[in-house]
């Protein structure tokens, strides 16, 4: 029986999507749940998988192709299993050299064989099984270098390049296109301003250092990290600032009686802000947990577009990555971002005397068509006083 595969139905918010990968390929055998194909938005890559145990029958959307939400992709073949023979004739085909027929080559990736005229056999399978994908064929090169040095030539008659100059054009992928046009909109229609402090980290790196082992224990794993202290923090000034908690929506300002907070996470594709819902209700354990699952998620591209819609405040950490300052772009509709940073033993000042302590520097980011430099800064130093003394964000003072 023969079946429709279609793509997912998109949110409102999504137009339309683009085929990244085909995991399998027309005659192969699926069984049921198995990845087909990958769909990428603007947003998210969202995975189609097969709906029994079956074969691909018919590919309609070739990699790179557009779709629209709930349109036929491809056709399945439920049931028929069978229909995998270049695998049982594979005694034949060892004797001799493998054909380009059978290797397993992506639409895209046969249609850059063809361009290139290059020998199928002899591009290096990278995806699934050894798929052989668009990417491989471009990263192809012939190996010209073995006959050269089976007679090398005197270095005089030989005009060797110092250094290779190679380029390659890959379209960009619909999320970073996507990001791209948020950051543009973000530094063209905001009135963006940033204000810096630094924090002293060393009370919650005691503090975790003291707890983190019986905290593990006693969340079932969870390990204590710093963004839970910083998002519990930032929940308490943002009640104590509506207006960086707020967002412009025409002429009108939305003042949110809640506190969304998104948590940036870079991917390989480009950076997602998944949202921690009703952050203020969170307790440090649930918040490290989510965070990491945000991570892990993004990480193998299973996050959805419901985790990353919405969110009133936005957290970005560019310190795990090394950064020591940078200035944070807004994530609109939203009318402030904190950037946290990578914490450094200074020379400090205390009571007169020079104490070496762990400090990282803060970045707050604002539109500021709406929060002026006073609530801005008392913000950032509202955060820095709570993480100095993280007793006060348990007692909410």
Known sequence: MSTEIKAP????????GSIATWH????EAVSRDEPLVDIETDKVVLEVVAPADGVLK?????????????EVVAVFEEGAAGEAPKAESAPEAAQAPAASEDLKISPAARKALEEKGIDASAVKGTGKGGLITKEDV????APAAKPAAAAPAPAAEVDVPAGERVEKRVAMTRLRKRIAERLLEASQTTAMLTTFNEVNMKPVMELRKQYKDLFEKSHNGTRLGFMGFFVKAACEALKRFPAVNASIDGDDIVYHGY???GVAVSTDKGLVVPVLRDADHMSLAKIEDKVRDFGLRARDGKLGIEDMTGGTFTITNGGVFGSLLSTPILNPPQTAILGMHKIQERPM?????VEVLPMMYLALSYDHRLIDGKDAVQFLVTIKDLIEDPARILLEV
Not at 58 to 70: A, C, H, Q, R, Y
Not at 349 to 353: C, K, L
């Open 9 to 16: 139905t998109f949110p409102e918010s999504v137009a339309d």
């Open 24 to 27: 399998k390929q027309v005659g």
């Open 58 to 70: 018919e590919i309609i959307k070739n990699e790179g192709d557009t779709v629209l939400s709930d």
């Open 138 to 141: 471009m990263n192809y090169q």
């Open 259 to 261: 506190q969304d907070v």
């Open 349 to 353: 000042a205390v009571n007169g005397q």
